[in-house]
T-cell receptor, first 116, second 115 residues
């Protein structure tokens, strides 16, 4: 149980294009989802917290107009990288919170974005 | 400021030997404590968590962690290491008083198990 999927697992795009990444909780409902970015050999950097039916809360320094987050349902959140540039190349990971004692976060497998 | 420390960037252990990956935290109250593992180019997998009760928590793949309140530590352990345990391990903490479910992350420890 508590499986989170991400699609696509990797994507290569041209500079200036937009890329959408989907995050789904497959066997549970997640009122809260998180989007992280991970640079090589580094820990996770929280980008935003997404609650179903409301606007995402972005961390300081994260451009909300560049990284659009939509949490349309209790099982789906999307991250759209708009007008992508090479510096946006990174490993993006989502997680979904399973409510209960401790509210464990379960993570997707990640999406490797490469912007040429 | 609240923080989580994993003092070792890398831990090397021979296969079959016991392993310990250290984690200490500076977070107010009695936080929830988590360990996650990350294999190359993959997302994170939940290993175990401490909520309350017994200080020794057992988790996936034979791992366990010991909570020490006085030392504010939550070290990850395994009695006998396997080569397949080689991965990146993250300790994370969530304050009980927070309502946004965010985790405070350690920097990660690379565990290398040598045959």
């Amino acid at each position: 149980g508590a499986v989170v999927s991400q699609h696509p697992s990797w994507v290569i795009c041209k500079s200036g294009t937009s890329v959408k990444i989907e995050c789904r909780s497959l066997d549970f409902q997640a009122t809260t989802m998180f989007w992280y970015r991970q640079f090589p050999k580094q820990s996770l950097m929280l980008m935003a917290t997404s609650n179903e039916g409301s606007k995402a809360t972005y961390e300081q320094g994260v451009e909300k107009d560049k990284f659009l987050i939509n949490h349309a349902s209790l099982t789906l959140s999307t991250l759209t990288v708009t007008s992508a540039h090479p510096e946006d190349s990174s490993f993006y990971i989502c997680s979904a919170s399973l409510q209960g004692a401790g509210d464990t976060q379960y993570f997707g497998p990640g999406t490797r974005l490469t912007v040429l | 400021a609240q923080s989580v420390a994993q003092p070792e960037d890398q831990v090397n252990v021979a296969e079959g030997n016991p392993l310990t990956v250290k984690c200490t935290y500076s977070v107010s109250g009695n936080p929830y404590l988590f360990w996650y593992v990350q294999y190359p180019n993959r997302g994170l997998q939940f290993l175990l968590k401490y909520i309350t009760g017994d200080n020794l928590v057992k988790g996936s793949y034979g791992f366990e962690a010991e909570f020490n309140k006085s030392q504010t530590s939550f070290h990850l352990k395994k009695p006998s290491a396997l080569v397949s345990d080689s991965a990146l391990y993250f300790c994370a903490v969530r304050p009980r008083v927070e309502s946004n479910y965010q985790l405070i992350w350690g920097a990660g420890t690379k565990l290398i198990i040598k045959p």
